[in-house]
């Protein structure tokens, strides 16, 4: 039973990601999902949330309009769709469901 994030890298400022966040041995699609980052020095901060049917989202303010949170059930894995991506949005991003945490995904935004 875990979560396993990719999807993260090197992106020059204005460019895009999508994160994937795979589920293994349960069914992803029956919990809320979120993905969390966390900057150097900084505490961990939710970023977007996706309910179970995927029928409602949650966005902190600071990547409102950017960044789309979405799942696919017939994978098991809910992604993170980050356009229009800054410098602060370097961290390491992580994937929350069902009281499990996945190890994370680097993203470095930087020219």
């Known amino acids: 039973v875990q979560l396993v994030e990719s999807g993260g890298g090197l992106v020059q400022p204005g460019g895009s990601l999508r994160l994937s966040c795979a589920a293994s041995g349960f069914t992803l699609s029956s919990y809320f999902t979120t993905w969390y980052r966390q900057a150097p020095g900084k505490e961990r901060e939710l970023v977007a949330t996706i309910t179970s049917s995927g029928s409602s989202t949650n966005y902190a303010d600071s990547v409102k309009g950017r960044f789309t949170i979405s799942r696919d059930n017939i994978k098991n894995t809910v992604y993170l769709q980050m356009n229009s991506l800054k410098p602060e949005d370097t961290a390491v991003y992580y994937c929350?469901?069902?009281?499990?945490w996945g190890k994370g995904t680097l993203v470095t935004v930087s020219s």
């Open positions: 929350y469901a069902r009281r499990l």
